[in-house]
């Protein structure tokens, strides 16, 4: 058996609804379905002509909104915009792929945000959304995934996170009731762990998306939340034992097999509104290979004023995207971050938020030894 070369990849690819429609039109899921059915939206197509680019083995999509039928969903995405060539393109084949229910737009039955209603749209969902299942993930794969052994921690709580962030009024008390605090998740959509076969070997993906530490007030209750999505991988990572999955397993990161570490984390270890501490402790883990940073002539354009430019993964100036390869049972071979600079071929997809999205593809080239 030879060494396997595989490329994994993570994109915050902006299909959700709002993206979409009118602001003042209906919103769900439906409105992604229709678009994917019918196969021709301009921005799909760029997002599928960026993939098609980048050509991963592996990838993550952010920002994918849950369709419980995948065949009204993800597999329309595949056979209506992946297998067909895009701008030139080489068409990808995804057999296989994992999403399930996230946070986002389930309502909590509480008054999360302290404005004296309960139920006010997207500010009173477990995660930030206006309908169940808004900014939701996807993973493609084109090697088999271990359906029977992914963990997933959509509802573990908050409160069970050892020296968790407390989000406090201006008067000291406790932001959320006692019985909201009782019932919040941590993650405001979900955390996976999903195991991939490859040539007979075991590639763990570790999946997440935290909220965007802003669009909150002095309580910074969404940049707490933020630091401890982050900081539920570092210690998944360091085998801490007090995490408990939604199938009732506990404990952290146990295989001996290799993990890839994916997702728009919203947060940089240099720059933006997020607690740095957890998104440091993260990228430097001891188990993890902090000996590269995707980096992009795009990005470095776009921000000349700016020391950290070239590893900037969103057209508003900032780190936000993750591929963190484990530092053992991998080799590294080569990685970047899709961004093309004027003139490059390609540009005109990335130009703008409605071109594809304001988010960039990251992507990673590793070697599993043999």
């Known amino acids: ?24 039109a209906p919103i769900g899921p439906d409105v992604l379905a229709t678009l994917l059915k019918k196969g021709d939206h301009p921005q799909i197509r760029n997002i599928a002509a ?42 990808q084949l995804y057999p296989y792929h994992y999403y399930s229910t996230v946070n986002t737009g389930q309502p909590s039955g509480f008054d999360l945000n302290n404005d004296g ?5 997207g500010e009173d969902a477990w995660g930030f959304g206006k309908y169940p299942g808004q900014y939701g993930m996807v993973l493609l794969s084109k090697f088999p995934i271990d359906q029977q052994n992914i963990r997933t921690f959509q509802h573990f709580k908050w409160k069970d996170l050892p020296g968790h962030k407390v989000t406090s009024k201006a008067d000291g008390s406790p932001w959320f009731s006692a019985e909201a605090w009782q019932q919040m998740p941590l993650s405001s959509k979900s955390h996976w762990d999903v195991p991939v076969t490859i040539n007979g070997k075991t590639l763990h993906i570790l999946a997440s998306h935290p909220t965007p530490p802003v669009f909150d007030g002095a309580e910074n209750r969404n940049g707490n939340r933020n630091h401890d999505e982050v900081k539920f991988w570092v210690d998944y990572l360091s085998g801490q034992s007090y995490m408990v999955d939604d199938q009732g397993k506990t404990g952290g990161y146990a295989a ?23 998104i440091q402790a993260l990228t430097q883990h001891k188990l993890i290979n902090s000996d590269f940073t995707p980096q992009s002539k795009g990005g470095s354009l776009h921000s000349p ?30 990685s970047g971050v899709f961004w093309p600079a004027p003139g490059e071929a390609l540009h005109e997809v990335v130009n703008s938020r409605g071109s594809s999205s304001d988010h960039r593809l990251v992507w990673v080239k590793l070697q599993l030894p043999e």
């Open 50 to 91: 960026i993939i098609q680019q980048v050509q991963p083995d592996i990838i993550l999509l952010n920002e994918f909104d849950y369709i419980a039928d995948p065949a009204k969903g993800v597999q329309l995405f595949i056979d209506n915009y992946l297998t067909k060539p895009q701008q030139g393109g080489t068409p």
């Open 305 to 334: 004023d700016k020391p950290h430019g070239a590893s900037h993964t969103a057209g508003w100036r900032m780190r936000a995207d993750y591929v963190l390869p484990a530092k053992n049972g991998l080799k590294y071979l080569s």
């Open 117 to 121: 209603q309960i139920n006010t749209p």
């Open 256 to 278: 001996k097999a290799p993990f890839v570490i994916v997702g728009d984390l919203n947060s940089s270890p240099n720059e933006g509104d997020a607690f740095r501490d957890a």
């Open 1 to 24: 058996m030879t060494a396997t070369e595989l490329t994994v990849a993570t994109f915050n690819v902006s299909m959700e609804a709002e993206n979409y429609v009118d602001k003042s």
